[in-house]
């Protein structure tokens, strides 16, 4: 069959009842369904569609939905740092460290350099709020 929108002789991907979609200068239907033969060219077409045409969709056997299945895209885990955990709430803290431990199975080596790093920026962090401990303080012997 020749897609409606590319014009190339394919197999149709999606069949479509014309319920005035290609109509001749008179108003009448030309043709009685709508071959269309990619996701890519359905997305031309649905521009003249109305929003919810599945009604008009004659071969639903086809599709699981009426919809591509997309991969989902994972989001990649990012180290915070000090500063942008503490900005956290609780339950955030506790889903990022999770993640965090994940990554430490991962990758241990950049898990460890991170670690250096926040226990570095919590230390400056206390230094700089006058929360250091007495065992930080430095005591003279003489």
């Known amino acids: 069959m020749k897609c409606f929108i590319c014009k190339q002789n394919k197999n149709a991907w999606l069949v479509l009842k014309n319920d005035n979609i290609n109509v001749d200068l008179n108003g009448n239907n030309i043709y009685d369904e ?66 965090k431990d994940i990554q430490f199975e991962l990758n241990s080596d950049i898990h460890q350099i991170h670690d250096e790093m926040e226990l570095e920026d919590k230390n400056t962090f206390d230094l700089e709020n006058g929360q250091y401990s007495s065992d930080s303080e430095y005591s003279d012997d003489y």
């Open 34 to 99: 709508i071959h269309i033969c990619s996701y890519l060219c359905t997305k031309i077409i649905s521009e003249g569609l109305p929003k919810k045409y599945s009604h008009l969709v004659l071969n639903k056997e086809d599709f699981c939905y009426l919809r591509p299945i997309t991969k989902i895209i994972k989001k990649k885990f990012e180290y915070l740092t000090f500063d942008e955990i503490q900005g956290l709430d609780d339950d955030q803290k506790e889903n990022y460290y999770k993640q």
